[in-house]
């Protein structure tokens, strides 16, 4: 009689959902797997068999536990990056609109004063996505400040351009720090992309040699094969 709970081998998880932050669940399952097919194979009525007869010893058990280790410890720093992001993000956005309301009001004192297209083009009036285009943005904002003190605009104080001014080295300064932020989210994350794939491997070869030492034809290694995550009723694929 077949074993009535066959568990079929888990293949690596996909990536597509999103848990825990930046982190898919199919890292965080792989990770798991690792570790539940590493305490199999350090159980001590496992262990000897697959050293003898699989060359499964224990320095390569211990690589599959130093991968899980280190990769567990990759994915709590890829979370911190990317709330650090997040972070970054909401900062720069804030920023870059404090920005744009104040080229908005120098933009409105000068449409007051010059009704000529050429002068309202050079203060960016009715430019087509101001203020969006994060790659004009500041030559954009630069242009309007030093026009709107050259021009001597009604109510465009001093105090108003120094706090224009400010208002753009904040946004440039919260911009860099988004890119750096996101730039440490992504090779965190490649990090433990390639971390989760030695998983992988190390567990594959660890589960083969299982499969080998406890055939799935003799019912009373179900157990065992369960533990390794292993189908009870047929060998696994390569």
């Known amino acids: 009689m077949a074993d009535p709970t066959p568990t079929p081998i888990p293949a690596p998880a996909n990536k597509t959902s999103k848990a825990h932050g930046d982190l898919d669940k199919g890292h965080l399952a792989n990770i798991q797997l690792g570790e539940d097919v590493a305490a199999a194979a350090q159980d001590p009525a496992h262990a000897a068999r697959l050293a ?16 899980t280790t280190d990769t567990r410890t990759l994915a709590g720093q890829v979370i911190t990056a990317k709330k650090g992001h997040l972070t970054a993000t909401a900062t720069a956005v804030t920023a870059q609109k404090a920005l744009v309301r104040g080229l908005r009001d120098i933009q409105q004192r000068a449409k007051a004063k010059f009704k ?21 943005l500041e030559q954009d904002a630069t ?5 709107g003190a050259a021009d001597a605009l009604r109510g465009l104080t001093p105090a108003k351009i120094t706090a224009a001014k400010a208002a753009l080295t904040a946004w440039k300064q919260a911009d860099v720090n988004q890119g750096k932020a996101e730039e440490a989210r992504s ?29 799935p034809t003799d019912k009373a290694n179900a157990p065992i094969r369960r533990s390794f995550k292993i189908p009870t009723n047929k060998s696994i694929v390569q």
């Open 187 to 215: 090779t965190l994350l490649g990090q433990l992309e390639a971390k989760v794939e030695a998983i992988n491997a190390a567990r594959h070869d660890i589960q083969l040699a299982a499969d080998t030492c406890w055939p």
């Open 52 to 67: 003898t007869d699989e060359q499964i010893d224990a320095p390569t058990v211990a690589n599959l536990v130093t991968l």
């Open 143 to 147: 242009d309007i400040i030093t026009l």
């Open 116 to 136: 000529d297209k050429p002068k309202r083009s050079a203060y960016c009036i009715n430019k087509e996505n101001f203020g969006r285009d994060r790659q004009s």
